[in-house]
């Protein structure tokens, strides 16, 4: 202060003429009176680092929580811009083969469609499919009143738009047809039909598919059997009725058709051991199961089986066949049969012990070299039965010990074949005297 009363002056004056020695052993006597300071155990300081720690920590995740929810929250509003809702994509595309070949054949599969860009089709046409096509934001698509694909195209009339309904006056976008088709499989054998199903039809669109092997359909919903093996790739376009401009055109689905066998056969007869029979032989290279029907009753899962017609007449002959893909093929022919077979039996004989057809047995039997069991009746019940070719029906009757009169007797014989089938055959024998 510039102001200083004398008192103040005089004070300041006394001080001024003071003069002390410094001497070092009074402050070392000093510091010896003084109390010795307390060691700070390094734990202490260890907890205080750690609780700084974890309070940093909780800070930092109640930040990112706080930030995650403030963008999701912005993706929802952009999602629900102008009121339309982005739907999640669950359908399969064309684009997803190596899914589409575990998928169930029996499942549903949903194809996805693309507008059409015609500036950049024209641009280039080396490119490839994914190039030439433009994938439209799902932001853009308006349903209309047809629940079709909405998008902005400047390139149209707005005027002609009106005309054929394809234009949305409040929303001032274009309505375009839809492109998008479901198919219930995406692997088949050759030969088997497959279905095609639009999602949405537009009555101001035509439709035209594209199968891949050079056929096509305008049908909304077509079937369509494939006739060759192979893998053909199906697409969709969606054309306006107006100027056939296509408006959409589908993503491209692989399609594998797997080959068939062929179920062609063949048989020739054969009199193995003087019975007439039949053997049949299938012509399919790839059948690894095979299947026949006679129309006899008889059925075989042979490959190359024989079999004997008892009765003349026409056959049905049923041949199927099944590769290792899983694939069968079925085919038929008409066979006939000329004469009767029955065992090689005559309709008569005559037991008077001249020594002339004295006995009655089927003459197969003798050939067979089967066990069996012969059987003869009379109106009455059974009469006589053997099981050898040694002890033939000489007109016997086992039932009283006595000779049968003359007149007609039904013969039965049973036995196993050597292919482990039951054989039954049947017939009527005259006992002449």
């Known amino acids: 202060m510039k102001n200083r009363n004398g008192f103040e002056n005089s004070v300041k004056e006394k001080l001024e003429q003071q003069h002390y020695d410094y001497d070092p052993s009074q402050w070392n006597a000093i510091e010896k009176r003084l109390p010795s300071p307390k060691k700070v155990l390094p734990w202490k300081g260890i907890a205080a680092a750690s609780t700084l720690l974890v309070v940093s920590l909780l800070i930092w995740q109640l930040m990112e929580k706080e930030n995650s929810s403030i963008v999701e929250n912005e993706q929802q509003i952009i999602s629900n811009k102008d009121g339309v809702p982005v739907p999640e994509k669950t359908a399969i595309s064309s684009t997803e083969n190596q899914a589409l070949q575990d998928f169930d054949a029996e499942q549903t599969i949903i194809v996805h469609d693309r507008v059409y860009d015609h500036a950049a089709n024209n641009e280039d046409e080396e490119k490839t499919t994914s190039d030439k096509y433009r994938k439209v934001p799902e932001h853009e698509f308006v349903p209309d009143e047809e629940s079709n694909t909405t998008v902005d195209d400047k390139t149209t009339k707005s005027s002609q738009l009106n005309q054929h309904g394809l234009s949305n006056a409040s929303t001032g976008k274009i309505s375009r047809p839809s492109a998008q088709f479901s198919l219930n499989k995406t692997s088949i054998c050759t030969g088997e039909v497959i279905d095609f ?34 893998t053909y790739y199906v697409q969709l376009k969606a054309t306006s009725t107006l100027d056939a401009s296509v408006m959409n055109i589908s993503d491209k689905i692989a399609i594998h058709v797997l080959p068939a066998p062929k179920a062609e056969f063949r048989w020739s007869e054969n009199s193995m051991n003087a019975i007439p029979s039949i053997q049949f032989q299938s012509n399919s290279a790839t059948a690894v199961y095979w299947e026949w029907d006679f129309d006899n009753g008889i059925k075989s899962t042979e490959k190359e089986p024989f079999v004997t017609f008892n009765k003349k007449g026409f056959y049905t002959i049923s041949h199927t066949v099944t590769n290792v893909e899983g694939c069968s093929k079925s085919s038929s022919q008409q066979l006939e049969i000329t004469t009767d077979y029955n065992l090689l039996a005559p309709n008569s004989f005559t037991p008077n012990a001249d020594g002339i057809n004295d006995n009655f047995i089927p003459k197969a039997l003798e050939i067979l070299n089967v066990n069996f069991e012969m059987s003869i009746f009379d109106k009455r019940g059974l009469v006589y039965s053997t099981t050898s070719v040694s002890f033939p029906w000489n007109g016997s009757n086992q039932r009283d010990g006595g000779l049968c009169p003359q007149g007609a007797y039904v013969w039965v014989v049973k036995y196993i074949d050597h292919e482990g089938k039951d054989q039954i055959f049947k017939g009527t024998i005259n006992l002449l005297k």
Not at 205 to 217: I, T
């Open 197 to 230: 199903q639009l999602l949405s039809q537009s009555k101001q669109a035509q439709y035209f598919w594209d199968f891949g092997n050079g056929a096509n359909s305008t049908d909304n919903n077509p079937v369509y059997q494939y006739p060759e093996s192979g």
